[in-house]
């Protein structure tokens, strides 16, 4: 493409009010993802950013699926690693929200990552698995696998994440 041509793409796209979750830590962990699953309550904004498609919930496991866009490609036309690294950073933190009862959260502490082949388009639909390995009072250890539309490994997090009582709302 020569500088004179444009392929210029839009994308728009609208989120809910993200204040209303805050009030919603009356639930436990699982019932809160559950809901969200079911449609019952909307996602928090960052899902509508990257084009989430679907969630599924279990205790100890949240399942994520996101069809690959060219609105996540980076300069070298895959998708981007932060995009990557936010669906597997959101597996594995709500796989140990779902472990969670009423008025208790958690922040990640870190996250690693391994990218093992680029994801393109033509890979299809991303499947991210996140899984808790282990959950103490305070902390907990938790991996998300994310595979592509042919069942291969595509990336591998571990995570670690804090836990603690929750502040009360309207602070």
């Not at 990257?50 to 036309?77: C, K, R, W």
Request: hydrophobic residues 40%; negative net charge.
């Amino acid at each position: 493409m020569t500088q004179t041509q444009t392929a210029e793409r839009s994308r728009t796209f609208a989120w809910s009010d993200p204040t209303p979750h805050a009030g919603l830590l009356g639930r436990s962990g699982l019932e809160l993802l559950q809901a969200m699953a079911a449609g019952e309550i909307p996602p928090p904004p960052v899902m509508h950013l990257i084009d989430v498609v679907g969630m599924d919930v279990a205790e100890g496991s949240v399942t994520i699926h996101m069809d690959p866009q060219e609105f996540h490609y980076n300069l070298l036309g895959s998708v981007h690693g932060g995009v990557l690294s936010t669906l597997l950073d959101t597996g594995a933190a709500c796989a140990v929200q779902t472990t969670l009862p009423a008025g208790v959260g958690y922040t990640s502490l870190d996250l690693t990552v391994k990218f093992l082949r680029p994801v393109t388009l033509s890979s299809g639909r991303l499947t991210t698995t996140g899984t808790v390995l282990q959950r103490g009072r305070r902390t907990a250890l938790a991996e998300a696998r994310m595979t592509d539309a042919a069942g291969r490994l595509v990336a591998h997090a571990t995570s670690s994440c804090m836990i603690f009582e929750a502040p009360p709302t309207g602070r």
